[in-house]
């Protein structure tokens, strides 16, 4: 197959490691920066070029948007899609897992556990909205937040009050959540591919933290995810319509709630704490179904749709 990488940087661990395992496997594949991708679209059809070339052919495409990206990013995936591209990250799964808020609305919907969580915008409801989430401590986390940052934990509710209150003030996003105690500062992270959690990875949060983020100084190691926490994990990725998704999961007494879905899940950390070729897991279900095509959410529509006109 014909395969495009969409990254900004062919030089990242994971971009790197999908190259070598297309290549591998006897792929043709290249590394296309989404910002360097643009396109004509007129209703008698569409033009994508990169650096100033025509481009066309690409059986499938793997997207590794960035949170910085995401706008623009999504809307060359959606471009691939359009022109017939096989994806097993759409770009409307890319921008329903991009959103936290958004994520934990359809994952909650469809019974998934998940730490109660709140929001709310007026100030005036402050004081009801951490009712209805109950007493504290909460973990507030502001929506744009990744690798840890932005996830602040509030022994007191008064704390809660101070903390939502500066956000508003700084016109932030956030959500409000209870503290999963007994997690003790883990999280797992379910890798999966195409319906299956094909590594897994327990994290652990340095001494005196409760976040599990590498980039927090959070150490990794491999681990067989329960039956439970795999079952958990592939729903999370089949509801928001990832084929490939990280699902963080932290573990309570009532069973494996989730964090996190995210939509371009890094592959070092996991592969180098599982030993697990994630790359090679990836290629061969993409190539899998450029052989076999399925039908993919959201796109067969949009072709229909688009070759109608
Ligand atoms: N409700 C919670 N109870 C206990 N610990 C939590 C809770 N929410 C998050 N944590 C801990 O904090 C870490 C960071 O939280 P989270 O994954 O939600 O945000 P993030 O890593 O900053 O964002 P993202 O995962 O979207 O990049 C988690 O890995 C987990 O260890
Ligand atoms: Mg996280």
Do not use: W
């Not at 890319?94 to 469809?110: F, G, I, P, S």
């Not at 999370?236 to 573990?251: K, M, S, T």
């Amino acid at each position: 197959m014909k395969l495009a990488v969409l990254s900004r940087n062919s030089k990242l661990y994971s971009t790197r490691r999908l190259i070598e395992a297309a290549r591998d496997h006897g792929h043709s594949v290249r590394v296309l920066d989404p910002l360097r991708c643009y396109m004509r679209i007129s209703s008698d059809g569409f033009a994508m070029h990169y650096k100033g070339v025509p481009m066309s052919g690409y059986h499938a495409v793997i997207p590794r948007i960035g949170a910085s990206i995401t706008r623009y990013g999504s809307a060359v995936l959606r471009q691939f899609e359009l022109m017939g591209c096989y994806t097993p990250n759409p770009s409307d799964a890319v921008l329903r897992a991009r959103d936290k808020l958004r994520c934990h609305q359809l994952l909650a919907a469809e019974r998934i556990g998940l730490p109660v969580t709140v929001f709310g915008d007026n100030p005036d409801d402050t004081h009801d909205l951490l009712d209805m989430l109950g007493p504290p401590p909460h973990v507030i986390k502001l929506n744009e937040g990744t690798q840890g940052a932005g996830v602040m934990l509030t022994e007191k509710i008064s704390a809660s009050r101070g903390v939502i209150e500066a956000l508003r003030g700084l016109y932030a996003n956030f959500l409000v959540q209870e503290f999963i105690d007994e997690a003790k500062g883990a999280d797992v992270r379910c890798f999966v591919v195409g319906g299956r959690v094909v590594a897994a990875m327990r994290r652990q949060a340095p001494k005196g933290d409760f976040r599990s983020n590498l980039h927090r100084g959070g150490t990794a190691k491999g681990v067989r995810a329960s039956a439970a926490e795999q079952e958990v994990a592939v729903r999370a990725a089949q509801v928001l319509g990832l084929g490939i998704a990280g699902v963080d999961l932290i573990r309570s007494d009532r069973g494996p709630l989730v964090l996190e879905v995210n939509a371009s899940p890094g592959l070092e950390g996991i592969e180098e704490a599982s030993g697990v070729d994630v790359a090679g897991e990836i290629v061969r279900y993409v190539a899998q179904h450029v052989r076999r095509p399925t039908r993919q959410a959201g796109a067969p529509s949009l072709i229909r749709q688009v070759s109608r006109n």
